[in-house]
């Protein structure tokens, strides 16, 4: 079923969902909030379909990977595969997961876009709901964006970075989600790369947590 088709079936108004987007959007700070040096905890957040249904999870660990606390939030899917509108479809799961939470976490990874997005990403809705600082790592650009160097271009602003984290691998693409800015971002995703991981840390505990508690629902 092609993107026209799942907008018809689940009667979405495409124009609707974008200006909510671009409104949300105006509240983004792409500057760093708090003085992350002192950042003690660190979340992490994975999305699961299968089928019908969606779990979500979310991890936090400290800087040495130290799991304190991990949730998870199964939900039924409300809305369809669109590629702009990643957060929709997952975040209901996601803020449930969150919101099981005994303590928040200083900042969260989130697997996809923040401000790299061309209206709002996943990374920069999740934070503007939850106030968390949040930063985004992604596997992939949308056209509008173009890597300069190191640096991923929109409209000739810099609005995130590539990172080759692992030899070989293609690059992960670093932005801002919220109440933190890119420089603090790349360092943060530099910091948490643990060899012979892809992603940081936190993601692949928050992955591996996902994968376990698919196992144990057996879904």
Known sequence: ?????????????????KKEQTKLAKGINVKDAM?????????????????NQI??????????GEISEQQYFLDKLRFPYLNEFRSFRELPSVIGAFNKLSNKPD????RGHGITHPRL?????????????????AESLFDCDKV?????????????????SKQGSNPLFISSGN???LETSYNFVKEFIKPPHKLPEPLYLAHRYARDVREELRI
Do not use: W
């Not at 300069?148 to 080759?164: C, E, S, T, W």
């Open 121 to 137: 990403g996943i990374a920069s809705h999740f934070s503007l709901l939850t106030n968390i600082p949040a930063i985004g790592i």
């Open 1 to 17: 079923m092609n993107e026209d088709e799942l907008i018809k079936k689940y009667g979405l108004d495409i124009e609707v969902l």
């Open 179 to 181: 109440n933190i800015s």
């Open 35 to 51: 003085d992350f040096s002192f950042a003690s905890t660190f979340g992490a957040v994975e999305s699961m379909l299968i089928n």
């Open 55 to 64: 779990i979500s999870v979310i991890i936090i660990c400290d800087r040495a």
């Open 107 to 110: 900042v969260v990874f989130i």
């Open 148 to 164: 300069d160097k190191l640096n991923i271009v929109r409209d000739g602003k810099i609005v995130g970075k590539a990172f080759q």
